[in-house]
T-cell receptor, first 111, second 115 residues
């Protein structure tokens, strides 16, 4: 099956700085890569996703890049704000249903 | 829409007891997923249904776990007998499974503690 590795496990940045979270996957057939944000004690919520036919996607302060050859994808958050503090999960899927999640990155944005 | 509804929100039970978790997906969604989240193992897919039919249950830990979806608006995850290592947050999620969106909408979760 798919194996998704996520780094770093924790990330601390100053408010206004950028944050980058990286994931690698093992199954070359994976074609869908969502990112979920989970605030403390809350449910995971989708923040952005990308399909394998696209190399980059942006939505305001967040962006995701995908390198199919290297089998890695990254989440970029610019101009971080305290409300960005949460755990972020990447995932990979080959059938748009079965998601394999990374282990999560705890992002702390210091005011 | 109320979103995905799960009950109970918290469950504390003793080892050996039967536990039943319940989920109501978002109306119109045809795929339903059960996940387990722990610090050690992260977020794991246990089973998912499409149009009420179980499609992949390879994530179900063992025979003590079973899931059903008798209709489009209700699903259960049962653990019998429960063990302390089953303590976790169990999430139910639903989706329309494309093609415009593959987003899985998660419920609030059930925090299960087995003593």
């Amino acid at each position: 099956g798919e194996n998704v590795e996520q780094h770093p496990s924790t990330l601390s940045v100053q408010e206004g700085d950028s944050a980058v979270i990286k994931c690698t996957y093992s199954d070359s057939a994976s074609n869908y890569f969502p990112w979920y944000k989970q605030e403390l004690g809350k449910r995971p919520q989708l923040i952005i996703d990308i399909r394998s036919n696209v190399g980059e996607k942006k939505d305001q302060r967040i962006a995701v890049t995908l390198n199919k050859t290297a089998k890695h994808f990254s989440l970029h958050i610019t101009e971080t704000q305290p409300e960005d503090s949460a755990v972020y999960f990447c995932a990979a899927s080959r059938d748009f249903n079965k998601f394999y999640f990374g282990s999560g990155t705890k992002l702390n944005v210091k005011p | 829409d109320a979103g995905v509804i799960q009950s109970p929100r918290h469950e504390v039970t003793e080892m050996g007891q039967e536990v039943t978790l319940r989920c109501k997906p978002i109306s119109g969604h045809n795929s339903l997923f059960w996940y387990r989240q722990t610090m050690m193992r992260g977020l794991e897919l246990l089973i998912y249904f499409n149009n009420n039919v179980p499609i992949d249950d390879s994530g179900m830990p063992e025979d003590r776990f079973s899931a059903k979806m008798p209709n489009a608006s209700f699903s259960t995850l049962k653990i019998q007998p429960s063990e302390p290592r089953d303590s976790a947050v169990y999430f139910c999620a639903s989706s329309t499974a494309g093609p415009l969106s593959y987003e899985q909408y998660f419920g609030p979760g059930t925090r299960l503690t087995v003593t």
